[in-house]
């Protein structure tokens, strides 16, 4: 399939995990791929693999969230896919009770108010074109709650559900969709780096998966590219869950 021949799609914290994954998908299906990442080492990996751009950005950045568009634009004439992916999980944002103020601040930084510059700036550019598909990372987390908590990591996935829904409610009749995409636990670095640290607190969720198992990164970039592409032509300000049927569980098999 070639659904994004001749379009242009921006990726955040496209250097590995889902954002890797989704800028070689997306690329592979004919995009033009600029991949945004803060490490300069895997963000040009990347776009070698692609055949794009690398930008190097910090996505909490007004400015520099402001050039990764203009420039994307100025390079290849469009920006027709946002995938807004970047995001932290770092350990000290655990329970409420135990979690400061400066670890909510960071994530808080990070998920949600990069997701809301990358919007602010993406918009222009698909407003003028009068089309473009928004896909911002959330999590299952947005909509169940954990006694494993990390407090500001849900609040922040929550607040990127609620602002995908309003974008793809107030901009649906200039062509534009926006959608939240909210993956179960995936098997990357990030989830890796955090279970290792903890494989209790690993073993504790995966038995709620009815699925058995945590999702690969090549699986969350497919519902990144169905979101994407003109297959979703009818699908906006929607929570589109990939969790291996977590939410729809209350017992799971044996």
């Known amino acids: ?12 914290g496209a250097g590995s995990g889902i954002g890797r ?25 990347v776009a070698e693999e692609t055949g794009g751009m690398f930008i190097r950005a910090d996505v909490t950045d007004p400015e520099a969230v402001e050039g ?15 995938f807004n992916n970047a995001g932290i999980s770092p ?18 930084e990070v998920n949600l108010t990069s997701v809301y510059l990358c919007c602010k700036h993406a ?12 896909v911002n990372t959330a999590s299952f987390v947005a909509t169940m709650g954990a006694a494993t908590s ?5 609040a922040s996935k929550g607040g990127v559900l609620a602002l995908s829904r309003e974008l793809g409610v107030q901009f649906a009749r200039e062509g534009i969709r926006v959608n939240a995409l909210s993956p179960g636990p995936v098997n990357t670095p990030l989830l890796k780096e955090l279970f ?3 494989p209790e607190r690993a ?11 945590f999702a690969e990164a090549h699986e969350i970039a497919a519902a990144v590219a169905f979101l994407a592409s003109d297959d979703a032509a009818f699908i906006t300000a929607s929570n589109f869950l990939v969790d291996g049927g977590i939410s729809g569980a209350y017992v799971t098999p044996l």
């Open 203 to 213: 073993a504790r969720r995966l038995v709620h998966v009815p699925l058995g198992r």
């Open 196 to 198: 290792a640290k903890d």
């Open 91 to 108: 350990p000290d944002d655990d329970s409420i009770l135990d979690t400061g103020l400066e670890a909510w601040r960071r994530v808080q």
């Open 21 to 45: 994954a989704s800028a070689l998908r997306l690329a592979g299906e004919g995009a033009t791929v600029v991949a945004v990442d803060l490490d300069e080492a895997t963000g040009t990996a």
């Open 68 to 82: 990764v568009y203009a420039s994307a634009h100025a390079a290849y004439g469009s920006v027709d896919v946002a």
């Open 123 to 134: 918009l222009p550019y698909m407003r003028a074109q009068g089309r473009g598909a928004i």
């Open 1 to 12: 399939m070639q659904r994004f021949e001749g379009r242009v799609a921006v990726v955040t």
């Open 150 to 154: 990390q407090i500001s990591y849900t």
